[in-house]
């Protein structure tokens, strides 16, 4: 027996053993490995953000990958029905025929409990509405004692009160309460001001767009910019909630603008 382990043929065999276990290991990983695998051959994952589910299963389609649904979510910001995540990433590479989850946006949005508003400060309220993944919509005023309280909240044109149900996202309007100065607000300060910003601070303030004066004889960057306003805002001085204040602006008039009176003037009116 021993002979036979220090023999020619034994050591012959194990030469052909070793050669067959080499050219075993370079088929499997030099071949049939490469073929298994598709090694080297890769598809660029699309974008498929805010696409329809339907889309978004036509282009994956188109490129050889396979769509998978997964939970949805709800972003209020978007369409109902587009897609939202995906997984794996846009244009990462992958192999042929991977499977692609989707996350799609809800089509109905969930119904929230409205938080308590009530007796908290404008301040307060537009926090706790935004920590529920509720907006806020118009802010109007109205004579009462309690300055700057939420009065009551509304809805689609009806009072709704803490605990009923509305739609995830869903802007909320505001009563708050004007002071004690008799339906009177400070006149605000707009001068610097953008036009969308005036707009926006006058509608808080329960204040109307009077008229509307273009001067296009501004400093160069100064388009859209206010330079005056009547009544001019001051120390002490107050407007009765509901008055118009009339607005001059840097910059041309535009063509038409619906529900406000426009002139233009030649020059300066600093």
Do not use: C
């Amino acid at each position: 027996m021993f002979r036979y382990f220090i023999s020619r043929e034994f050591f012959l065999t194990i030469l052909a053993l070793a050669g067959g276990g080499i050219v075993l290991y370079l088929l499997i990983f030099f071949w049939f490995l490469p073929i298994y695998t598709r090694h080297g051959d890769s598809v660029v994952v699309p974008d498929l953000y805010e696409m329809t589910l339907d889309e978004a299963r036509k282009s994956l389609q188109k490129e050889g990958l396979r769509p998978a649904a997964e939970e949805e979510v709800f972003v209020a910001d978007l369409p109902p029905g587009v897609v939202v995540r995906q997984y794996p990433a846009p244009y990462s590479r992958v192999k042929p025929g991977r499977t692609i989850t989707l996350t799609v946006n809800k089509i109905d949005p969930p119904m929230v409990p409205l938080p308590q508003l009530s007796d908290l400060s404008l301040y307060q309220a537009k926090s706790r509405l935004e920590s529920w993944k509720l907006g806020v919509g118009k802010v109007s005023r109205e004579p009462d004692i309690a300055e700057n309280i939420v009065l009551r909240a509304v809805y689609e044109g009806k009072v709704i009160k803490q605990g009923d149900k509305v739609p995830q996202g869903a802007k909320i309007e505001l009563v708050v309460g004007a002071g004690l100065n008799s339906g009177k607000v400070p006149v605000p300060s707009l001068v610097g001001k953008s036009y969308e910003d005036a707009l926006a601070l006058l509608e808080q303030l329960g204040l109307g767009l009077g008229s509307v004066v273009y001067n296009p004889n501004g400093a160069a960057g100064s388009d859209g910019l206010l330079y005056n306003q009547q009544p001019r805002a001051g120390a002490g001085d107050s407007i009765k909630i509901g008055a118009s204040i009339d607005i001059f602006v840097y910059g041309k008039a535009p063509e038409e603008r619906e529900g406000i009176m426009i002139e233009s003037v030649p020059g300066d009116n600093n």
